[in-house]
């Protein structure tokens, strides 16, 4: 991609919010425990990096990933990895369920990715970008398989779009 093509259009608006949130459990659970530990008389510095390490943990483990979109692309950026798909290629778009449902797309260069689609019914601007992207590769004939599920997908956005703006406007 050129440099360009990595310019952010779109972002996860609720991401710091989300991030804010995890640190400040992760520093409670931390303050918590030491102080769990310094009332009890057991606190040492091999006991406090313990409890700084878990502490670490629990922010890294509550830490949601970063979702960014631009013209033809979408990323999706966790502590560990940064996944990115060119939308305006995507080979299949598959959508699983369970107690979280995840979306997953890959696209012809053999990049994949996994988000869940609550970020894009929260998130107009990263659902248009990928949306066009769709649209382009349904024209170019790469995107073979899961168009019905972003139908559906597109419907169920709709929808949420819709009774937010009657709700909006006081017509709900």
């Given at each position: 991609m050129t440099r360009m093509d990595r310019r952010v259009l779109a972002g996860d608006r609720h991401w710091r919010g989300n991030a804010r949130l995890a640190a400040i459990c992760a520093l409670v659970f931390c303050a918590l425990s030491l102080l769990v530990d310094w009332d009890g008389g057991t606190?040492?510095?091999?006991?406090?990096?313990?409890?700084l390490t878990l502490s670490v943990t629990v922010?890294?483990?509550l830490l949601p990933p970063q979702v960014t979109a631009g013209p033809g692309w979408l990323e999706v950026r966790t502590p560990w990895r940064r996944h990115i798909?060119?939308?305006d290629a995507l080979v299949a778009v598959r959508q699983y369920g369970g107690v979280s449902a995840r979306l997953v797309l890959c696209d012809t260069h053999g990049g994949r990715l996994d988000l869940d689609p609550r970020v894009?019914?929260?998130n107009p601007l990263i659902w248009h970008e990928l949306d066009t992207g769709v649209h382009r590769s349904v024209d170019r004939?790469?995107?073979l398989q899961g168009t019905d599920v972003l139908g559906q997908l597109r419907h169920r956005i709709d929808d949420e779009t819709a009774r937010a703006v009657l709700r909006a406007s006081g017509l709900s």
């Open positions: 606190v040492t510095l091999l006991r406090a990096l313990l409890w922010f890294a483990v798909v060119r939308t894009l019914a929260a004939g790469t995107l």
